[in-house]
């Protein structure tokens, strides 16, 4: 081996035990805020109506691992293509859909009734479940999901929402598992799901 070979195979080693260290320390890391993630307390008890006008508690979702997505039926566009996304997924799921839940939790009960929830549902996966309320018992679990929600009037007298966008994945406990990447082929997210039935 010339000196030459000696020395680029040394910079290589450098290089990769270098690269093994930086990854040693971004999984530590890594692990470590997912950690912290997990202690804070999101979620809690709820009492809702469903888009058939159904009771649905956070008693109801015991057993089943559950999604849950916070928005409105007047969204012009974060709110569909989620509700699209989860729909393929639980399409993807096949017949374990049925041993797992998703809810679409209104954060505009003026306009979003029951009625009105299931209207808009017709277009997505049934599966789903629109939840409404008086304006109390909405504020109330915004608050345990830490979602920020809030009315933005528009020209014309008419308003939109501003809310917060994140999926929850919740296990079969209703405790917080991680927000739920939809960023992916929508067979990846089921599996992962499938992964808490
Ligand atoms: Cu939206």
């Known amino acids: 081996m010339t000196a030459r070979q000696t020395r680029v195979l040394l910079v290589c080693a450098a290089f990769v035990g270098g690269l093994t260290l930086c990854f040693g320390v971004i999984s530590l890391i890594g692990g470590f805020s997912s950690k912290a993630l997990q202690t804070v307390q999101i979620g809690g008890p709820f009492r809702l109506t469903d888009q058939n006008g159904k009771a649905v508690t956070d008693q109801d979702m015991k057993g089943k691992p559950f999604l849950v997505f916070f928005g409105f039926t007047h969204c012009p566009d974060v709110c569909p293509t989620t509700l699209f996304d989860v729909s393929e997924v639980l399409r993807s799921l096949g017949p374990d ?4 839940g998703a809810l679409f939790i209104t954060v505009d009960p003026e306009r979003d009734t029951a009625a009105a929830l299931k209207d808009y549902l017709g277009s997505f996966d049934p ?41 929850y994945l919740m296990d079969k406990d209703g405790h917080f598992v991680s927000p739920f990447n939809l960023k992916r082929k929508p067979d990846a997210s089921a599996a992962e799901l499938r992964k808490y039935l």
């Not at 859909?97 to 797992?100: G, I, Q, S, V």
């Not at 504020?139 to 920020?148: D, G, L, M, N, Q």
Request: glycine share 8%.
């Open 127 to 167: 599966h789903l479940r629109g939840l409404t309320g008086d304006p109390e018992a909405l504020a109330t679990v915004a608050k345990e999901y830490r979602v920020y929600y809030r009315k933005v009037p528009l020209d014309g007298g008419d308003y939109t929402m501003d809310h917060t966008a994140i999926v």
């Open 97 to 100: 859909a049925n041993r797992a």
